[in-house]
């Protein structure tokens, strides 16, 4: 064999320098044919330790074959790092080595006994593989070192006279200290990247909601304008959400996605030129910008049904929908102080230009699945993979067996009861601060921060919470039906308990609390496209979002008709009957169980 043996970093002192004892090292005896020695690993310097053997003379059961000192000088392109076991099997056969402060030297087992800086580890080497001297003694080895760079070198493994070449790892695998930033997971890197453009679809969706203002005195838009202006951007979006499924499953999440952000980028950027051009042209494009964002969602799904294990699904969708709440955040915070110094054109110019700089990262880091990655660690991939055989692409939509399945019908009906509620909620919650609550507009448009930020945070603690549950092997449906339950009965509660608070401040706290609990639904419904069919969670998640953006149209208009004739409690009970009748649909027909192959 190439290699004798490696010995392991555990409490044995280092051979460098003049004699200091340093700890953390790897150590390597090495044997080609008439050669023999041990090289040492410390940091990133590899220190060559090497020695001519005598013809008769290799490692024998507790012995050492006779050395003679003769430090071998091997320049970088004559030594190779080699082939490192996985399973660490070790090759020593009871080697214990010492460091004699004095004299350099390496002592074998029976001359070190108990002394500081020992080593000794059986090793099951076969008996095949020895030799033994003609006089059975035991040797000693000198040694020299010499420090050798092994981050730049370009060197060759050492072979033996049968062919073979490897290194056997004793207590662990010999490794590069790398920047932690290079070990990341490479999955969560590509959540990280779903985040941020969630952050951005966001950030460039509300920022009309402020600049429509100063943009409606500029054009003298009434009223009624300003709706239609508001409402062309979900006619893209409609369009959209069950086409970007399709797409996404069939030709992958990466492109689906960074082609949606780099089209509503450029939509975004081109609004200002757009509305001085005239009104069609301004409708047209906030369609357009409909169209990019619309496929976002359901790219992103397909791409973390691809990424990330069961185990940590929760908390990787918790925390890219939480990228949308703070992206509102963000756009609400950051609008009116452009608009104030720059004039309404700044924000569309600004926020839109960021998706350019998110597209070359997108480039650079995502795959739509790990099977493309070529930078990804074997070790990742089997974590991601989880054993499973991956599946070719998606070619034919199976629609009849997908609308057959009573989960799949579960997921709508619950998506559309979810969205009624926190569509009403997050579009209608100015208008409650100021005709009930009595706040001026500052203080409603400040205010309505709150409930993105209460969900943000809530998001991402429902998320821990459901992946620490499945870790705790409590099944996936049991998970989802607690977590979703929460999410419908949560806000349901809070919000019968506003007609009955005396205070501003217990109102504000009940909508933060709604919604608090609303955000569970992360780790509820919006999970579940994963779950239940994961070649098609793109398309699942197409359909139910068409329920749920018609939840929002249909809820937001249904407001004030009902405004018209009745009161905010009457609002508020048909929000708390449809959380009460998904509820019920929900724990009758969800799994967490595949369904989809």
Known sequence: ???????????????????????????????????????????????????????????????????????????????????????????????????????????????????????????????????????????????????????????????????????????????????????????????????????LCNMDRVNMSIAILPMSKEFNWNSATVGLIQSSFFWGYLLTQILGGIWADKIGGKLVLGFGVIWWSIATVLTPIAARVGLPFLLIMRAFMGIGEGVAMPAMNNLLSKWIPVSERSRSLALVYSGMYLGSVIGLAFSPILINKFGWPSVFYSFGSLGSIWFALWQRKAYSSPKEDPELSKEEKQLIMGGSISKEPVKVIPWRLILSKAPVWALIISHFCHNWGTFILLTWMPTYYNQVLKFNLTE??????????????????????????????????????????????????????????KTPAMAVLCMACSQGSDAFSQSGLYSNHQDIGPRYAGVLLGLSNTAGVLAGVFGTAATGYILQRGSWDDVFKVSVALYIIGTLVWNLFSTGEKVLD
């Open 1 to 199: 064999m190439a290699i004798g043996g490696l010995v392991s970093n555990r409490s044995f002192g280092s051979f460098i320098g003049s004699g200091k004892v340093c700890r953390g090292e790897q150590a390597v005896l090495l044997h080609r044919g008439d050669r023999s020695g041990i090289a040492f690993l410390h940091g990133n310097m590899f220190y060559r330790k090497l020695w001519s053997q005598k013809a008769n003379g290799f490692l024998s059961g507790h012995t050492y074959g006779q050395f003679q000192q003769n430090t071998v000088h091997l320049d970088e392109n004559t030594l190779k790092p080699l082939s490192i076991s996985p399973n660490g099997r070790r090759l020593i056969s009871s080697i214990s080595l010492c460091h004699c402060e004095k004299s350099h030297k390496v002592y074998p087992q029976q001359r070190c006994r108990g002394r500081s800086g020992c080593y000794s580890r059986p090793s099951p080497l076969p008996r095949s593989w020895l030799k033994t001297n003609d006089k059975g003694r035991i040797g000693r080895a000198y040694y020299k070192s010499e420090e050798f760079d092994i981050t730049e070198a370009k060197v060759d493994s050492f072979s033996s006279p049968d062919g073979s070449s490897e290194a056997v790892l004793a207590g662990g695998d010999v490794q590069e200290a790398v920047p932690f930033w290079k070990n990341f997971p490479k999955r969560w890197v590509i959540v990280l990247l779903c985040f941020a453009s969630f952050l």
């Open 444 to 501: 409603s448009g400040l205010l309505c921060v709150l409930p993105w930020l209460t969900m943000a945070a809530f998001a991402n603690i429902g998320g821990w919470i459901a992946d620490t549950l499945v870790s705790k092997g409590l099944s996936v449906t049991s998970v989802r039906k607690i977590m979703q339950s929460i999410g419908f009965l949560g806000p349901a509660f809070f919000l019968t308990q506003l007609s009955h608070v």
